[in-house]
């Protein structure tokens, strides 16, 4: 059960860094957040590390996107239920949603950064279970990586900080057809270089194809695994 609960946190937090990083580059030089984005999707692409992050600020992202996650988790507990009732992890209150993953918080966020250790480096051999895992993870990684494309609405800039929306797409196929269309929000801080980071992705249950588009492609992905 433990371990299917870590692969839940793994891809949520996945599909939304990486699902759609496979998206067209193109070579925007000039400052901008947009371009930051773009970088980041050509670094993906390309699994340059050190381009990566450059324009990502990995801390940042997956501890803010786990607090997110679990917050969102914990409040709309009764409507998850509701959507899919035979899964065990939503049959509980909304108290003890919020004491696991505050229990699991520093497990799951490590399980993440070493997921894209390994996905950023597809020769590292693992030696431990959990880096056996990890590699799994990368693997999967790129499996959703190649049937998603991302297209984003213009940036809205305050001062140092710029927020950019951003669809997510699946192709016609078995990967593609867990999450159709994804909404998220791309959060980015510009640095004393005069560069943009990306610092914060976020969701929600207000927009369409937010919170519970990822959370039912998830669902789907456990029984196009065959472990429900």
């Known amino acids: 059960m433990i371990q299917r609960l870590r692969r839940r ?17 193109a ?5 901008t957040p947009e371009a930051a984005l773009m970088q980041i999707a050509h670094a993906v692409r390309t699994e340059d590390r050190q381009l990566f992050d450059t324009y990502v600020d990995e801390d940042a992202v997956l501890e803010t996107m786990y607090a997110d996650t679990a917050a969102l988790l914990a409040d709309n507990i009764e409507v998850l239920h509701e959507r899919h009732p035979s899964d ?12 696991y993953m505050a229990e699991h918080r520093t497990e799951y966020i490590d ?39 991302v297209n984003t609405e213009p940036a809205v800039i305050s001062g140092d900080r710029a927020a950019i929306v951003c ?7 078995d990967y593609g057809r867990l999450l159709p269309e994804g909404s998220l929000t ?17 969701t ?11 959370v039912d492609a998830a669902e789907r992905y456990w029984e196009l695994q065959g472990w429900d």
């Not at 946190?9 to 580059?25: D, K, M």
């Not at 070579?27 to 400052?31: A, I, Q, Y």
């Open 9 to 25: 946190a793994i891809l949520l937090l996945a599909l939304v860094l990486i699902g759609g990083a496979y998206t067209v580059y």
């Open 27 to 31: 070579d925007w030089r000039d400052r």
């Open 186 to 202: 791309m959060e980015l801080e510009r640095q004393a270089s005069g560069h943009w980071k990306l610092v914060h992705i976020w």
């Open 111 to 149: 399980v993440a950064r070493m997921v894209l250790t390994y996905y950023f480096d597809a020769e590292r051999v693992p030696v431990t279970k959990a880096e056996g895992n990890a590699r799994w993870g990368s693997d999967e990684l790129r499996a959703f990586a190649a049937h998603y494309t």
């Open 167 to 173: 669809r997510v797409r699946g192709d016609d196929s």
């Open 204 to 214: 929600d249950i207000a927009r369409e194809h937010g919170f519970y588009s990822f």
């Open 88 to 99: 065990w992890f939503f049959r509980h209150d909304s108290a003890f949603m919020r004491d």
